[in-house]
C-alpha cells in the first residue's frame, strides 16, 4: 500500500514524538501503576473482558508488562498475541523479558497502524497508558486501521487523553505529557472509520480531574 504525503507527514510525527520515551526511566517508574489496570475494582477490567482474546494485538506494548499479565491470567484463551511498538529497543526489550513463546508475534510497527497485520484477522485490539500521548492525527490513523485489521464483531479497547486544552502545543507541555483530546473527538473519528462505540468514560489520572478517558469500539457484524 503506497503512502499519502498526509500519511508521511503523521508518520514522521508519530517518530518524532516517540523518541522521547526510548530508553526513558518511564518504563521502570509504571511498573507499579500496572495493577490499576487489572485491578477487580478499577473501570478497566469489566471493559477489557468484553474482548474476545483470540487473536489479540497490543498496540505500543512499551516494555511488555500488560501482555505479560494477560499471558499469565489469561493465556489459555489466547491462541495468537501480537505486540507491537514503534521502537524497536522496545520490542528488544519485550522478547527478552517474555523469551520464546509460539504463540506471541513481536515487530515494530510504523507508529500509525498495524502494518503487516492481515484485514480482518484480530478479534481484539487494546493499548493502555500509551495513546494518551498520541496526536490526534495520530490516533485518527490508528482508529482506521483498527476498523482494518478487526474481524466483524471485534472490539477494540483504548486509554486515550481528555485533555481539552491547547490543540496546537507539545503534549510535552500539558498535564502529564497528554495530548489534545476529548472524548467527543474521538468517537467522531470512530464513527469515521465505521466503528461502532460501544462504551465511554472519564476519569482522573494523578489528581488531575476528567484527564483521561477510555473507550470501547466494535467492528459492525
Not at 499519502?4 to 517518530?15: D, F, G, H, L, S
Not at 505486540?83 to 522496545?90: A, C, Q
Not at 478479534?123 to 492525527?137: E, G, T
Request: some cysteine; aromatic content about 10%.
Amino acid at each position: 500500500m503506497s503512502e499519502t504525503p498526509q500519511q508521511e507527514v503523521i508518520e514522521r510525527r508519530a517518530r518524532s514524538e516517540a523518541q522521547v520515551w526510548e530508553n526513558s526511566v518511564y518504563y521502570e517508574t509504571a511498573e507499579k501503576w500496572t495493577p490499576i489496570f487489572w485491578s477487580p475494582q478499577g473501570r478497566f477490567l469489566p471493559l477489557f473482558e468484553q474482548l474476545e482474546l483470540t487473536s489479540t494485538l497490543e498496540l505500543a506494548c512499551g516494555h511488555g508488562r500488560h501482555s505479560e499479565y494477560l499471558l499469565a491470567h489469561y493465556g489459555p484463551k489466547i491462541k495468537r498475541l501480537l505486540m507491537t511498538d514503534i521502537l524497536k529497543t522496545n520490542i528488544d526489550y519485550c522478547m527478552a523479558r517474555i523469551g520464546p513463546n509460539p504463540k506471541i508475534s513481536l515487530f515494530v510497527n510504523n507508529g500509525v497502524d498495524f502494518r503487516p497485520v492481515e484485514s480482518a484477522s484480530l478479534s481484539a485490539i487494546f493499548c493502555y497508558d500509551a495513546m494518551v500521548h498520541f496526536h490526534r492525527d495520530v490516533v485518527r490513523s490508528y482508529l482506521g486501521d483498527i476498523a482494518r485489521a478487526l474481524i466483524p464483531g471485534g472490539k477494540a479497547l483504548l486509554h486515550h487523553s481528555n485533555y481539552a486544552q491547547g490543540s496546537d502545543t507539545s503534549y510535552g507541555s500539558n498535564p502529564h505529557a497528554r495530548a489534545y483530546m476529548t472524548t467527543s473527538l474521538f468517537a467522531e473519528y470512530a464513527r469515521a472509520a465505521n466503528l461502532v462505540v460501544s462504551d465511554q468514560s472519564i476519569f482522573d489520572w494523578s489528581r488531575v480531574q476528567d484527564l483521561d478517558a477510555l473507550t470501547l469500539v466494535q467492528k459492525p457484524l
